[in-house]
C-alpha cells in the first residue's frame, strides 16, 4: 500500500496542496482558490479532489500538515475578540507607550500602530514583584473584581495579563487570572508568563494580547479543522506550521495560535533549506516574489532564526525564521512621477483586479503585464492556464506608461523590470551588510508565482553567480512543511552578571536553568505521541558586554557550561562577538540576559523524487518551441523548455524559458543551466556579470 | 541602454542601496554602545563639489541631509586615490560639522584617474576630551572646554594610515580605543562603497554615472522647486524661544522671516538673539546649514513620499543670518548642546511657512528630548555607575487632518526607549509610573499627550542628569484656535510636605527613598475645538484623556451615560460659538505675560542696536537693557524713536561702566 504525505497551505488568493508519495518522493500538486470565509471548506473540497484525481485513499495518508495565515490576518486585520489587558498600577499605557519609535520620521502624517487593546480597556491592577522575583504586593482581588464587572458591561471576549516581572515570577498573574475564570468564566485568558516568559514588558506583553486577541477564532477554527479532516477517513497527525520553522499538533495551535503568526514564509524558508541540503549547497538567499511582495532569508546551513520579527506594525520577541520583504511583487503597479521618472510600487493591484493583462479591471500597468509584454510569460500557459491573460491589455497598460518615457512598449516593460529589480538592490544589499553576510559565495534560491521569473535579474544585479530553482517553486510552502520537525522554543530570564574573575555561581545558575527547560522540553515532546527519528533539545543564551543593550544569542553545549569558572563561556562569547561585529573586549564583565531552549522531535525526512534521465539528455528533446524575447534593449531568439518533461542532465544556455503548471523560469543570456538528478535547475553565470 | 529617466531612477536605488549598507557597516562595526543605540551616525555619497546627491532613508541620524561639505574639501590641497580624510571642526568646514563629537570621515572615489564622487560618513564620538566625560557641558562657554578640535586633514594617505595623527587624536580623549574602533569602522564603510560605486561604474560607465549623478541633483531640485511653488509667495514671519535658565533668565529669540517667491526661499533670522555663553549655539557660519534647513527637508519629504534625497532639493533654499546671532555665532563659541536650538529652529521656521500652507503642517509638539541619567556610587568597584533610565520627549503637535502622536514627537523620534524592567534590573531604583498623560491640548485635531516617568531612589549618593530639557515655561504653540501644549516640569517627593517643583534638571542630588516625577511636554492642538467630531470626543473620555467637564466647556460636547447628546451639543456649541476663537498661534499665558514685558518691537530693536557690539559681550548687554525695560514700563510706552534714543543711552552706559571697570582692574 502507497503512503503518502499530505501539506496544505492556505493563502489569501490560492490554498496549495502538496501531495508526497514517500515510497518514490513523487510530489503532485494542486492549486484551489481560497475561500476567505470558511478557509477550511477549501481545504476539504481540495483532499476530496485530490482522493479523486489521484486515487488515494484517506488511510494512505500518513502526515497531515496544514499551514494558515488565519491568526496573522486577524492581527493585521484587527478582527479578532475585544480584548482586555490586565496591568501592573502606573503602566496603563505599555501598549500607546511602545518602544516609542516613529515609524517614518520624514513624514508629518505618520502614524504609529493603533494599539489592539483601546486604552478604555487596559486595566490597572494594584500588584507588584520586585526584579528579584519577589512578590512585594499581592493583587488586589478588588480590583481584578473590578475589572471583570467593567469587563463584563463593556462586552469583552478575551482577556491579556502582563504583570511587571512575571517573566521571573508568575504568582500574581496565575492569581489575577484564578479571580478572573471565576467571575468572568469562559473568556480566552493569556498570561504573559505562560505565552513567553522573557524580561522587556512591552513585547511580552504584546505577545500575550496577540494571542488573547486571536485566540478564540483559532481554537475554533483548528477543532472544526481536525474534525472535518477526520470525517474525511483521515486518521494521521493533523499538524500546523509555525513561524519557527517546525510544527505542532492543531490542539496546541488552539492554545498558543501566536505561534503560528510568521509561519507562511517559514514553511517556505524551509522548503528551501530542505532542496538546499539534497545538493550540498550549505549558503542560500531565498527569494520568495508572489503577488504583492518579494521576500528574502538567509539559509546558512539553517535558516537564520530573528527574535526582531514584525507582524503587521507589531514585534514579535518569539524566535521566528528571519524573512524580510524587499519590495515589489509581480502585482505592484508602475507609474511615474510628475517629473516623468519611472516609479514601481509600493501599489499592488493584488489578486483583485490583478494585472492589467488578467482583463478584471486593472487598467494600470504591474510587473506581470512587463513579463507578458517582453515575451517572457506565455499568455496561454500562465499557471497552468489557470488565469486567462489577455496580452494586449498588457500593452495597453504599459503603452500608457511608455507615452510619458517617450519609450515603446517593450522599452517601457523592460524599463519597468529594470527599475524594480534596482529597487530589490536598494533593500537587499544593505539587507545582507545588516546580517554581516558577504554574499560572494551565495546562491539565490527562488520560488514563489514569480521568483524563478524574476530571480536570475535580481541575481545578476547583485552580483550573485549561482541561481537554483527548485521543482515546484510555486507550492514550496506546502512542500517545505512536509519535511518540517516537530519544534518548540523555551525561555527563561536569569539576568546574572559575571564579572572578569571566576564565578561559578553564573554558570551554576544557567545550567540549572537551562536544565529546567530541557525537562519542559522532553517532556512536550513526550507529549506529541509521535515517534521521532531523533530527539533533541538544543541551548542558548542571550549575552552581551555589561552595560551595552544589545545582546547576541549564542549557541551552548554541556561541555562550555562543564567549565564552572566560565573561561570557556566567556571565550565562546568573545568568538561569536568578534565573529558578528569585528572585535572583542576581553576584559568586559558579561551580562548573561536568557537561557533558552530548542527542543526537536526529529521527523522522518521525505525522500526528494530522483528525476530519470529521459531521453538522451540532448537539447530540444522537452521542447514546445521558441520564442522572441525582448530583453537588454534587443530581441532573443529563446528556447522554450516544458520543466515537466525536462530530463536530468539537461544542460542549455540563456536566453531560455523553462515554462511549468505554478511559474515560469526566465533564464538571460550569460547564464548557464543545468538539470540536477531532482530536477533543479542550476543556473551559473558563465563569465562576469 | 535605458531612458535617462529610467536611469535616473536605477541609479538612485543603487545608490541607496550603496549609502544604507554603509550604515549596516558602520552600526556592525562601531564600537561605542551610544552609536549602536542611538543609531548617531550618518552616511552618505556626495558630488566633487561636497553637496549629498544619495542619503539614507532607513538607519542613521537623519538630519544631515543638507551638509555642504565644499568648505572642508578646500581644505585640502591635493586629493588623490586612497586618501581618507578626517574632521570634526566647525571653523574650517564653516558648519559641516556643527559640534565637536561627530567625528566625520571622507574619501575621494577616483575611477579612470577622474575624481566621480566622495563617500562620507560620521559617527558620534562619546568623548573628545574637554571640561567633561561625553565632551558636551551645556555650560561650556568656549570651544576649546568641548575638546579636540581636528582641522581637515589626511587621515589616510593615498592608501596609508598616518599614525602620528592618529596617535595625537587619540592621546586627546577619554577613550581611545573605542574611538579607534568607530574610526575603523567608518573607514570599513568607505571601503564598501568604493567598491559598490566601482561596481555601478563598470556597469553603466563613468560618464553615464557623472551625468546621473548631475541629473538627480537636477531631479531633486525640480520636485522641490515644484512643491514650493504651490505655496502662495509672500513673506512670513515668526518666533519662538529657548530658555537657557541657567545663564540668563530671559528667553533666547529665534526669529525668522521666510519669504516665499516662485518656488524659491529665503529664511531670513534676522532679530534672532545674540550668541549664548553656553553651548546652546548653532555654528552656521551664515549657510543653509543642515539644522537650519531641517523643517524644510522635512516639509519637502512629506509633500512628496517619493522626493529623491539629495541635497537637490535644496537648491530653492536660500538663508540670511547674521553675524554674532545664537545661529551664527563668532568662531570658537561652544556648541555642544546646539541640538536644541536646532529643534526649534525648526518650529520657528515650520510656524512661519505654516501660515503659508497651514494644511500641511503640525502645530508644535514638544520640541525636545532630555536623556535622564542616573548614577550612583557602585559600592563594589568605588566607581560611579551610569544608567540611562529614559529618553523624555513629550508629545507631537495635533496635524491638519489627525490628532498628534501621544508621547513621541518628530525631534527626536527614532529614539527608543528602555524597558521599565530592564531599568529596575541595572539601576538601583523602583519605576512607580511610566504612562502618558491624562490629557492631551485641545483642538479640532487633538495634541499628543505629554509622558510621565516617576521612580523612587535606593541607592546613597545618587545623582540624576538631564540634558536637552526645554518648553518648561513657554509652551508648544497652538494653531489655528486650538490649545497650545503642555509644559514640562520636575517634582521631587510629589504629594508629601517635602513637594518641590526644581524645574530643568541640571544636577539633581538624591537621598535614599528620594522620589522624582518628570513630566515632558505635551504637544499643542490643531483647529477650533468646537469643530472636533463629537464621538472622537468620546473616545477621548473613555480613554481617559478628557473629562466630562472639559468635554462640556472646551469641546461643547455633552455626554450622558456614555453617549453623546447630539441636541445637548448643538445647544451648546452655538453658545460657546458666541466666544469664537480664531487665533492663527495660541502660545498660552506664559509668552503673552512674557511679551507684554518685553514686546516684539523691543526685542528687534535691541537685536538690531547690539549688532554694533563685539559678539561676546551681547548677551551680557542684552541682559542688561531686558532688565532695565522690563522695569521701566514708561520706557515701553514711548514713541519708537523716544525708545531707541533711550536704549542707545543705555546700551552706552553699560559699556562705559564695562570699560571702566576694565580700567581699574
Known amino acids: 500500500m502507497p503512503s503518502y504525505r499530505m501539506g496544505i497551505d492556505i493563502g489569501g488568493t490560492f490554498t496549495d496542496f502538496s501531495l508526497l508519495e514517500e515510497g518514490t518522493g513523487r510530489i503532485r500538486v494542486l492549486k484551489t482558490p481560497s475561500n476567505p470565509a470558511e478557509p477550511e471548506k477549501a481545504v476539504f473540497d481540495g483532499i476530496s479532489r485530490i482522493f479523486s484525481e489521484y486515487a488515494v485513499r484517506p488511510d494512505e495518508i500518513r502526515y497531515f500538515i496544514h499551514g494558515t495565515t488565519l491568526a496573522v490576518n486577524t492581527v493585521i486585520q484587527r478582527s ?304 497552468g492556464g489557470a488565469i486567462d491573460i489577455k496580452p494586449e491589455l498588457a500593452e495597453k497598460s504599459v503603452a500608457a506608461i511608455g507615452k510619458i518615457l517617450g519609450l515603446d512598449a517593450l522599452e517601457s516593460s523592460e ?65 517545505g512543511s512536509l519535511a518540517a520537525d516537530i519544534r518548540r522554543d523555551f525561555i527563561r530570564t536569569i539576568h546574572t552578571t559575571m564579572q572578569s574573575d571566576t564565578e561559578s555561581s553564573v554558570v551554576t545558575t544557567m545550567r540549572n536553568g537551562l536544565e529546567a527547560l530541557s525537562r519542559e522540553g522532553r517532556a512536550w515532546l513526550d507529549l506529541q505521541g509521535m515517534e521521532f527519528l531523533d530527539q533533541r533539545v538544543s541551548w542558548s543564551a542571550d549575552i552581551r558586554y555589561l552595560g551595552q543593550s544589545f545582546d547576541l544569542t549564542v549557541s551552548l553545549d554541556a561541555g562550555v557550561l562543564a567549565d564552572a569558572t566560565g573561561a570557556v563561556l566567556r571565550r565562546r562569547f568573545n568568538e561569536v562577538y568578534e565573529q558578528v561585529y569585528g572585535y572583542k573586549d576581553e576584559a568586559a564583565p558579561l551580562e548573561i540576559l536568557d537561557v533558552r531552549a530548542t527542543a526537536v522531535g526529529v521527523t522522518l525526512k521525505p525522500k ?82 | 541602454m535605458p531612458s535617462e529617466k529610467v536611469l535616473l531612477e536605477i541609479l538612485n536605488n543603487r545608490f541607496t542601496g550603496i549609502v544604507e549598507e554603509m550604515g549596516y557597516v558602520i552600526h556592525r562595526a562601531s564600537f561605542t554602545v551610544f552609536v549602536k543605540e542611538t543609531w548617531d ?133 577619554r577613550i581611545p580605543e573605542q574611538n579607534w574602533g568607530d574610526m575603523k569602522a567608518l573607514l570599513a564603510a568607505l571601503n564598501i562603497a568604493e567598491r559598490r560605486i566601482g561596481q555601478v561604474v563598470a556597469q553603466y560607465g563613468a560618464e553615464s554615472v557623472e551625468s546621473g549623478i548631475r541629473g538627480l541633483m537636477n531631479y531633486g531640485e525640480h520636485r522641490a522647486r515644484e512643491i514650493l511653488r504651490g505655496i502662495p509667495d509672500g513673506e512670513y514671519r515668526f518666533a519662538d524661544y529657548i530658555e537657557v535658565d541657567f545663564v540668563t533668565k530671559y528667553f533666547v529669540r529665534i526669529n525668522v522671516r521666510v519669504v516665499v517667491e516662485q518656488g524659491n526661499l529665503l529664511l531670513d533670522f534676522t532679530g534672532t538673539d545674540t550668541q549664548m555663553r553656553a553651548a ?175 521612580f523612587q531612589s535606593l541607592a546613597p549618593n545618587a545623582i540624576v542628569t538631564a540634558r536637552g530639557m526645554d518648553r518648561f515655561k513657554l509652551r508648544p504653540y497652538g494653531r489655528k484656535g486650538a490649545h497650545p501644549g503642555s509644559l514640562g516640569e520636575t517634582l521631587v517627593n510629589p504629594g508629601t510636605a517635602q513637594e518641590t517643583n526644581i524645574g530643568k534638571i541640571d544636577i539633581l542630588k538624591l537621598n535614599p527613598g528620594d522620589v522624582v516625577r518628570i513630566t515632558a511636554p505635551g504637544g499643542a492642538g490643531y483647529g477650533d475645538p468646537l469643530d472636533r467630531d463629537p464621538a472622537m470626543v468620546l473616545t477621548d473620555i473613555e480613554n481617559g484623556f478628557v473629562s466630562e467637564v472639559e468635554a462640556a466647556d472646551v469641546y461643547g460636547v455633552s455626554v450622558a451615560n456614555g453617549r453623546v447628546d447630539a441636541a445637548a451639543t448643538k445647544v451648546l456649541r452655538e453658545r460657546l460659538t458666541n466666544h469664537p476663537s480664531t487665533e492663527e498661534f495660541v502660545f498660552g499665558p506664559e509668552r503673552m505675560e512674557y511679551e507684554t514685558r518685553l514686546p516684539h518691537a523691543i526685542q528687534d530693536l535691541v537685536a538690531e542696536l547690539l549688532a554694533a557690539y563685539p559678539a561676546a559681550t551681547r548677551q551680557f548687554l542684552r541682559d542688561r537693557l531686558y532688565a532695565r525695560i522690563e522695569a521701566d514700563a514708561k520706557l515701553r510706552s514711548q514713541p519708537a524713536a523716544e525708545i531707541r534714543r533711550g536704549l542707545f543711552a543705555l546700551l552706552e552706559e553699560a559699556m562705559a561702566q564695562g570699560k571702566s571697570a576694565m580700567a581699574a582692574e
Open chain 2, 41 to 173: 551616525f550618518d552616511s552618505a555619497l556626495l558630488t566633487p563639489e561636497g553637496e549629498v546627491f544619495c542619503y539614507p532613508r532607513n538607519i542613521g541620524v537623519t538630519n544631515m541631509l543638507g551638509i555642504d561639505m565644499g568648505p572642508a574639501v578646500r581644505c585640502i590641497d591635493h586629493l588623490e586615490p586612497g586618501d581618507v580624510i578626517v574632521t570634526n571642526d566647525p571653523h574650517t568646514t564653516r558648519g559641516m560639522c556643527t559640534h565637536l563629537p561627530d567625528i566625520m570621515l571622507f574619501k575621494p572615489l577616483f575611477f579612470g584617474g577622474k575624481l566621480v564622487c566622495f563617500a562620507w560618513c560620521f559617527v558620534h564620538s562619546s568623548d573628545v576630551g574637554g571640561l567633561v566625560p561625553g565632551s558636551i557641558a551645556p555650560t561650556a562657554y568656549d570651544r576649546y572646554q568641548e575638546g579636540l578640535t581636528i582641522p581637515p586633514t589626511k587621515l589616510v594617505k593615498a592608501g596609508k594610515l598616518n599614525d602620528e595623527l592618529l596617535r595625537i587624536i587619540l592621546a586627546n580623549c
Open chain 1, 415 to 479: 524599463s519597468i523590470l529594470r527599475v524594480a529589480t534596482s529597487q530589490m538592490y536598494a533593500a537587499l544589499v544593505p539587507l545582507l551588510a545588516r546580517k554581516g553576510i558577504s554574499y560572494d559565495d551565495f546562491a539565490l534560491l527562488p520560488f514563489g508565482g514569480a521568483g524563478p521569473t524574476h530571480g536570475f535579474l535580481l541575481a545578476r544585479e547583485v552580483g550573485i553567480r549561482r541561481v537554483v530553482v527548485p521543482l515546484h517553486p510555486g507550492v514550496l510552502c506546502a512542500a
Open chain 2, 280 to 454: 546652546m549655539n548653532l555654528p552656521t557660519y551664515g549657510r543653509p546649514n543642515q539644522w537650519v534647513v531641517l523643517g524644510i527637508v522635512n516639509f519637502l519629504r512629506t509633500s512628496d513620499r517619493a522626493l529623491p534625497v539629495n541635497r537637490g532639493i535644496l537648491r530653492s533654499v536660500k538663508v540670511h543670518i547674521p553675524e554674532g546671532t545664537l545661529l551664527n555665532p563668532a568662531p570658537f563659541v561652544a556648541t555642544g548642546v546646539r541640538h536644541t536650538t536646532g529643534y526649534r529652529v525648526s518650529d520657528a521656521v515650520l510656524g512661519a511657512l505654516s501660515q503659508a500652507a497651514p494644511e500641511r503642517i503640525p502645530a508644535a509638539g514638544a520640541g525636545q528630548v532630555a536623556i535622564v541619567l542616573y548614577s550612583h556610587l557602585d559600592s563594589r568597584t568605588g566607581g560611579y555607575s551610569v544608567n540611562v533610565l529614559q529618553p523624555m520627549q513629550g508629545g507631537c503637535g495635533g496635524r491638519p487632518t489627525k490628532d498628534g502622536i501621544d508621547g513621541v514627537n518628530f525631534s527626536a523620534g527614532s529614539l527608543r526607549n528602555v524597558p521599565t524592567e530592564s531599568i529596575e534590573l541595572e539601576a538601583p531604583i523602583v519605576v512607580n509610573r511610566y504612562m502618558l498623560a491624562d490629557k492631551a491640548a485641545a483642538g479640532r485635531y487633538r495634541g499628543g499627550s505629554g509622558v510621565i516617568f516617576e
Open chain 1, 608 to 689: 526528494i523524487e530522483s528525476v530519470a534521465m529521459r531521453g538522451d539528455g540532448k537539447r530540444g528533446e522537452a521542447t514546445p518551441g521558441r520564442r522572441r524575447v525582448f530583453l537588454d534593449g534587443r530581441y532573443w531568439d529563446a528556447q522554450v523548455y516544458d520543466r515537466d518533461a525536462l530530463p536530468s542532465g539537461a544542460r542549455f544556455k540563456g536566453p531560455a524559458i523553462v515554462e511549468q503548471y505554478d511559474t515560469t523560469t526566465l533564464i538571460p543570456h550569460g547564464f548557464a543551466v543545468t538539470v540536477d538528478r531532482f530536477g533543479n535547475l542550476i543556473g551559473e553565470a558563465q563569465d562576469a556579470i
Open chain 1, 80 to 383: 479578532g475578540a475585544k480584548t482586555a489587558f490586565l496591568v501592573t498600577k502606573g503602566f496603563r499605557d505599555i501598549l500607546n507607550i511602545g518602544r516609542h519609535r516613529i515609524p517614518d520620521v520624514f513624514n508629518f502624517f505618520t502614524e504609529l500602530p493603533r494599539p489592539l487593546v483601546p486604552r478604555s480597556l487596559v486595566f490597572e491592577i494594584p500588584e507588584r514583584c520586585s526584579a528579584t522575583g519577589r512578590i512585594v504586593r499581592p493583587v488586589d482581588r478588588e480590583a481584578v473584581r473590578a475589572a471583570a464587572a467593567d469587563m463584563l458591561a463593556k462586552g469583552v471576549q478575551a482577556i491579556a495579563v502582563c504583570f511587571l516581572h512575571s517573566y521571573r515570577n508568575d504568582e500574581n498573574e496565575q492569581a489575577a487570572r484564578a479571580l478572573l475564570e471565576a467571575d468572568v468564566p469562559g473568556l480566552y485568558v493569556s498570561l504573559s508568563s505562560e505565552i513567553w516568559p522573557q524580561m522587556r514588558e512591552y513585547e511580552r506583553g504584546l505577545v500575550a494580547v496577540m494571542n488573547a486577541h486571536v485566540g478564540q477564532k483559532m481554537k475554533t477554527y483548528f477543532s472544526g479543522l481536525a474534525k472535518g479532516v477526520r470525517g474525511l477517513g483521515i486518521g494521521a497527525h493533523i499538524l500546523s506550521t509555525k513561524s519557527n520553522g517546525g510544527v505542532m499538533h492543531v490542539h496546541e495551535a488552539g492554545e498558543r495560535p501566536v505561534d503560528t503568526l510568521l509561519s507562511g514564509p517559514a514553511a517556505g524558508v524551509i522548503g528551501a533549506s530542505f532542496v538546499g541540503a539534497a545538493i550540498g549547497l550549505r549558503n542560500l538567499v531565498t527569494f520568495d516574489m508572489g503577488g504583492t511582495s518579494a521576500d528574502v532569508a538567509v539559509i546558512e546551513g539553517e535558516p537564520r532564526y530573528s527574535t526582531e520579527n514584525t507582524v503587521g506594525d507589531f514585534p514579535v520577541i518569539m524566535p521566528a525564521i528571519d524573512v524580510t520583504s524587499i519590495g515589489a511583487g509581480g502585482g505592484s503597479i508602475a507609474w511615474t512621477d510628475s517629473n516623468g521618472v519611472l516609479k514601481v510600487g509600493p501599489m499592488s493591484a493584488g489578486a483583485k483586479p490583478g494585472p492589467a493583462c488578467y482583463g478584471l479591471g486593472g487598467i494600470q500597468a504591474t510587473v506581470t503585464d512587463a513579463y507578458v509584454c517582453l515575451g517572457i510569460v506565455d499568455p496561454k500557459r500562465f499557471l
